[in-house]
């Protein structure tokens, strides 16, 4: 399923090989007897919180309850252009086939939720195009690897067993949601975001299977009742039916997934959105009251999260490297974020960006002029 947190998955998967091995090599044993099950845990479950994971629970390594929904959800072509969600369909389907002898999942949230900055924090009159809240600090999938690495490091320490892992961070088919829900972390509402009791949908999620034998979590129950509010906020109808996403409409997948030119019939509700979007989130009423992160790595960093669209417009393939060089907004190509900021500047309708527009369509990059053209339409039609 599309990650409003943006998955990387058409980079390879991080497939059994030499890295796991690396990692499964075994200590000397120094006890004659196994630990028992619960104590195993609890270190597990306490080395996870020191390494600064917000939750942990740990799920069965079987396939998540409903896991069969993926193959109805790609068959009616929800995944829209993501290719690569039809590869490796039975790795994904049971983490057993990820790592052969798997006995338990090691799932982890952290909490990435931080405020909106004040407006008057230093955005000018210049317009601004947004980045959604989880592109705002450093990127997650190198963090989270790194602390799930230490993870595994520790537990080797702390447990003289031998046993296999395979982190991942979205780095490896797997269902991290259904598996954190299955794991107790929360559960999945009716936007499709994993939500952690009191603490909300701004999380981030990895784990590790692992052949180490832990004891399981429960799962906790749906507190969405009837509530309807990220149905409604959702500004292109993707969530038209509860707890199933048509990637193909979110502005998430739009903005950061699809490479080509953008449906005309989704530029309005695009808006000033630039990276991502997080309006079903933002309506939640369970991130009300977000705890704000403790992780220093996940703090706003230049340039989010609002960039004036004229920067953007104007970054040289240099300036875009240096600018989203180890954050996750770098999952967008420059070509990609250009054609946002184009589309975010016919939304505004101003007249005075109407140069610009020309000279993007006189320098004859097609895809780009194409955008400009519309965007041109937009403000005409405002006038
Ligand atoms: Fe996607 Fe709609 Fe949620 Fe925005 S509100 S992230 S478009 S599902
Ligand atoms: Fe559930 Fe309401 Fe949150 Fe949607 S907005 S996920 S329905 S609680």
Not at 155 to 174: K, N, Q
Not at 182 to 194: H, P, Q, R
Request: charged share 25%; hydrophobic share 40%.
């Amino acid at each position: 399923m599309l990650n409003h947190a943006g998955y990387d998955n058409r980079a390879r998967y991080d497939l059994p090989g030499p890295l796991s091995r690396r990692l499964s090599r075994p200590p000397p044993l120094r006890y004659a007897t196994r630990m028992p099950a619960d104590d195993r845990t609890q270190r597990a479950k306490r080395i996870a919180a020191n390494l600064g994971f917000d939750r942990v629970g740990i799920a069965p390594p079987g396939p998540p309850p409903h896991a069969d929904f993926l193959d109805t959800w790609l068959a009616r072509g929800f995944a829209g252009q993501m290719r690569y969600l039809h590869r490796y369909r039975d790795l994904r389907l049971d983490p057993r086939r990820l790592l052969p002898g798997a006995r338990s999942v090691i799932c982890v949230a952290m909490n990435y939720h931080q405020p909106d900055p004040p407006e008057s924090d230093g955005a000018s009159e210049e317009p601004h195009g947004r980045f959604a809240r989880y592109a705002w600090g450093g990127d997650y999938h190198v963090l989270i690897r790194q602390r799930l690495d230490a993870l595994v490091e520790r537990l080797r320490e702390a447990i003289d067993e031998t046993f296999d892992v395979r982190p991942f961070v979205d780095t490896a088919p797997v269902l991290e949601r259904p598996l954190a829900a299955t794991a107790g972390l929360g559960w999945i509402g009716k936007n499709t975001m994993l939500i952690v009791p009191r603490m909300g949908s701004f999380v981030f999620l990895g784990g590790v299977v692992t052949t180490l034998e832990l004891d399981t979590d429960e799962p906790v129950p749906d507190r969405c009742g009837r509530c309807r509010r990220c149905i409604e906020a959702c500004p292109t109808g993707a969530l038209a039916t509860p707890y199933v996403m048509d990637a193909s409409r979110c502005l998430s997948y739009l903005t950061i997934e699809l490479r080509d030119a953008i449906p005309a019939e989704f530029r309005d509700a695009l808006d000033g959105r630039i990276f991502g979007c997080d309006a079903c989130q933002r309506a939640c009423p369970h991130n009300r009251r977000a705890p704000e992160t403790t992780e220093p790595g996940l703090r706003v960093r230049f340039p989010a999260p609002r960039v004036p669209l004229l920067t953007v417009l104007g970054w040289s393939p240099e300036a875009y490297a240096q600018a989203t060089g180890g954050r996750a907004v770098g999952r967008a190509t420059l070509s990609m974020l250009r054609r946002n900021a184009v589309i975010a500047l016919g939304n505004l309708g101003d007249r005075r960006h109407q140069p610009i527009l020309e000279a993007i369509v006189a320098q004859g990059d097609s895809e780009l002029a194409d955008h400009a053209r519309w965007a041109l339409r937009c403000i005409a039609s405002r006038r």
